[in-house]
């Protein structure tokens, strides 16, 4: 089993931009550091996964500064239900492994992912990897 903490709030997957003469660009500002974090990390590991794998991934929203602290406290470890949809950020992270090329070759070797999102004090993203 391998276990990926990101520390920060999430991040959704944007739709692509469109310059003015029609090119299509990425508008991602912190992809490039998540990539490097993810690299860091898993420096021990010696070779990307290639066999079926399991993933679980838990996102600790932030919760709102503009509500009291009682309101913030009844929150934390609650269901986000508002936006940033799930799937948006699914995309982001999974965008994230294979990009950063030492942890899953193929996004196509994942059989079954796990995902929740849930307020917290502290945001992070934490990613469990373990074989099917």
Do not use: W
């Not at 931009?17 to 010696?46: H, P, V």
């Not at 936006?83 to 999974?94: E, G, R």
């Amino acid at each position: 089993m391998l276990k990926i903490t990101i520390p920060g709030a999430p991040i959704p997957k944007h739709r692509p931009r469109f310059s003015k003469k029609g090119y299509a660009y990425n508008d991602q500002k912190r992809e490039s550091q998540i990539i490097s974090m993810i690299i860091r990390s898993q420096s021990n590991l010696t070779e990307p996964y290639n066999i079926p794998i399991h993933l679980d991934i838990t996102f600790f929203m932030p919760i709102p500064k503009s509500l009291s602290l009682k309101k913030q406290k009844e929150l934390d470890c609650k269901p986000h239900i508002k936006k940033i949809d799930i799937d948006n950020l699914l995309k982001f992270y999974l965008d994230c492994l294979v990009t950063a090329g030492n942890v899953i070759k193929d996004d196509a070797i994942i059989c079954q992912i796990h995902a929740i999102k849930i307020y917290s004090q502290q945001p992070r993203t934490e990613i469990n990897i373990s074989p099917f």
